[in-house]
């Protein structure tokens, strides 16, 4: 058997033909080491947000099912475009390249256009290519649905498009290429001592990729964990090695945090008041019912020991929707009073070390209060501490937290 | 049966959304008049040009079989995104529509990449969704071929598409909507007293669209003609009725020239001497290898009676390159003298009427005469009398044709 390697290039990798050209060398190296290059390829950088500006500026603004399957039509076409340029340039490098598209493999997925799951992709188009020294190029963020439309996979679609072939191809390891250098210890751009980490587990990235590190799409994670497929994040405008995903048996000697991030512009919603009969089941089948996502929540029984008080944080974006969505359902819900806090924001401590120290929890806590930072509201996962504190205090928090867990560079 | 009617837009129709909007109710007009609307697009005007540069930047220029399926599958995009946002524009106008792209119906064409022709068009997806009361936007210019690779049908090939597709499904109907007001009696930036035909024959408008009036591609009118397809030329951007196609064996009363029509920049090469064994064959053997089409030819027996003088008008891009090709083959042929003549134009006078009057030509040859132009070669076809003259007095010439048969404006 061959020794696959899946090559994802996102948008600013193949921005012009300049950034193809250099891609371009990157492959032929693989080509050239012995191994057999499966590309995976976004749309030139800007294009997807042109087409959806057309789009949009094209329909009538509702988002009727009908529309939607316009839209992935549309947005489709900018990674068919770029494919066959990146087929193109590695022709003229004398190498044998194709693109595909995917109703040529074909990649199926569920018919949830613009944010569609992939269900299988078929091999045997792939495996033919490679036993012909031939190398696909494939488009990356569609596919089709079981009516033959074009779906696509949502914002980050083509890491997933990458990680599903690399996993259904057995490939050895699926590299994807960014505009960065790998996954840091935190945001560089707030903390300037963060570093890349050479290694990082599937669930503490997983963490991290929906905490906005937006280095992966979580859903490519996601495959990659469950498939097992070796992940590698790195940068096709530097030589460096990026960041390997590796599995979370793999210990990392004396690591016990690995990243410190954040979530901006979140919202505190308190519900006081609540039914001991009624509880929280009822505002979670609301959120179900209304794709509503809740980043931390808790409940305690009131003082009085009669009722339930809830409180919830929540990306800014959402909360005026969630808030007038409890209001509507006030007497159904039974609370008394609602309340909402504005400008907050979410830290989090995340390694595969915290889950078994509890000391963790008393070092961000201490930390935090030593800075004089107040926390609003607190969780613990296996692999993460979150803290909701005042958004003012944002950048002070990461830093300190990021010199206490001695995460910073030497 | 529901009575169909294909309307297909060109690239200055679907130019942006605001001509979009204008093609929407077009559409949305024929829809209310009873018929049931099959929608054939071009890419939006300037993309396939700007998709084109980008294909060839992208590539090392050569030519191959893989880099022109590149080629095709880039270009095809272009009418991708078109037909998604034609669609979105129909349903913001609260009517059912949706896009289809080649694959989905399918077209299947021959694997001639860049310049493919048709083979078969499936009616059963468009048949079902008229009977759903959908009207179905095709992305034109394009198709797949057995290997399910995207070909593209070459420039203007979105009217081919849309003549097959009204072939298939029997439409009463082809409405081509372009920035023309239809079909002139001559290109009305050179007689200002053209006029607008109300009809032509299908023999007739072939010939003006070989010979450059750039109304119709020549193959959609080849295939509206074999099928019997009643073809329509008007403008999107007025509300003019434009020219309507039809039979031969409609006579139009009284009419014997139909238009004035020229083609310019040509040469002619001139081949003296082949003996009169070999002749002209292997001549036309070399052009049908390398695919040369030549406009006009004449051959005679020399002054001697013992060889062949040849003489050929062609277009001036390719000249050089027959020239060349007929040098290298001079012993073959066994000529003796080769010559080339520059900056000619040839003006050709078309009209289902030249054929059974001979006084035409006589007309044609009296008129340049009265006005000192010289006529260097001379052909005759059924439908059309066609003389290469001075490129000098091509303007002079069509002016006074257009006048000596009565085509002038009142």
Chains 1, 2 share one sequence.
């Not at 935190?186 to 963060?194: E, L, Y």
Request: glycine residues 8%.
């Amino acid at each position: 058997m061959k020794e696959i390697v899946v090559q994802k290039f996102g948008g600013t990798s193949v921005a012009n033909l300049e950034r193809i050209s250099k891609i371009g060398s990157i492959i032929a190296a693989a080509k050239n080491c012995g191994l057999f290059p499966v590309v995976v390829v976004s749309a030139m950088h800007g294009t997807t947000n042109d087409l959806l500006k057309l789009a949009q500026d094209a329909g009538c603004g509702a988002y009727c099912a009908e529309a939607l399957q316009e839209h992935d039509a549309i947005l489709a076409s900018g990674e068919q475009v770029c494919a066959g340029l990146v087929a193109l340039k590695l022709q003229s490098l004398g190498l044998r390249a194709r693109s595909y598209l995917s109703w040529q493999l074909p990649i199926k997925t569920d018919a949830t256009y613009g944010d569609a799951k992939i269900i299988s992709v078929a091999q045997d188009a792939i495996y033919e290519a490679v036993s012909q020294n031939e190398i696909p190029i494939i488009a990356g963020f569609q596919g089709i649905d079981n009516a033959s439309r074009i779906t696509t996979l949502g914002r980050g679609g083509s890491d997933t498009t990458a990680a599903a072939i690399a996993a259904a191809v057995g490939a050895t390891r699926c590299d994807i290429y960014t505009d960065v250098e790998g996954v840091f210890t935190a945001d560089p751009r707030i903390v300037t001592k963060a570093k890349i980490l050479d290694r990082i587990s599937y669930p503490e990235m997983l963490e991290l990729a929906s905490l906005g590190a937006k280095v992966l799409h979580p859903r490519s994670v996601e495959i990659a964990m469950k498939y097992n497929v070796p992940l590698r994040v790195l940068s096709s405008f530097t030589d460096t090695e990026g960041t390997m995903l590796i599995t979370e048996n793999t210990p990392i000697e004396g690591r016990v945090v690995t990243a410190i991030t954040h979530s901006a512009e979140c919202v505190r919603i308190s519900i006081l008041g609540i039914p001991l009969t009624t509880g929280s089941a009822m505002m979670f089948n609301l959120f179900a019912e209304h794709g509503i996502d809740v980043e931390m929540f808790s409940q305690n029984i009131s003082k009085n020991q009669d009722c339930l008080d809830v409180a919830m944080v929540l990306k800014k974006q959402i909360a005026q929707k969630v808030h007038a969505l409890l209001e509507g359902y006030k007497e159904l819900i039974g609370y008394s009073h609602i309340g909402m806090r504005d400008d907050l924001v979410i830290i989090s401590v995340v390694g595969i070390g915290v889950k078994s120290h509890s000391n963790v929890t008393k070092d961000v806590l201490n930390t935090l209060s030593n800075k004089g930072i107040r926390v609003d509201m607190l969780s613990m996962s296996e692999i993460k501490i979150s803290a909701a504190i005042n958004a003012e205090y944002a950048e002070l928090a990461m830093r300190a937290l990021h010199s206490s867990f001695g995460l910073d560079k030497e």
